[in-house]
């Protein structure tokens, strides 16, 4: 994820304090579901890291992260169920037992 951050060594402008620990403050909020205002202390002022997003909203290093960590598109492996066919015993039909001779009502009654 480093080659797309803003605020590393070589960029314009000042670098960046810590970009794990601003990615770490995002998710806490995105888990949690607060306001920026209910970040512990130890992640720094809230102000300055919701300002530090919207730099890089504005900037599209979101969309740029997005990007990155997204999923190949595998729409080419999907199969359809109308052409595979699953066993018998996977639906869970239960296995016919050995053939167990039952004595018919003939032999039975004589």
Do not use: Y
């Amino acid at each position: 994820m480093a080659p797309h951050l803003a605020g590393k060594a070589g960029d314009v402008g000042r670098t960046g304090a810590d970009n794990r620990l601003f990615l770490n403050a995002v998710f806490w909020l995105a888990r949690h579901g607060c306001a920026w205002r209910g970040l512990p202390a130890h992640f720094g002022k809230h102000d300055t890291l919701r300002k530090r997003s919207r730099r890089w909203a504005h900037k599209g290093i979101w969309q740029r992260l997005f990007e990155a960590v997204q999923e190949p598109d595998l729409d080419w492996v999907m199969l359809d169920s109308t052409v595979v066919r699953a066993h018998a015993q996977a639906a869970g039909s239960r296995k016919k037992a050995a053939s167990a001779t039952k004595p018919s009502a003939a032999a039975a009654a004589g």
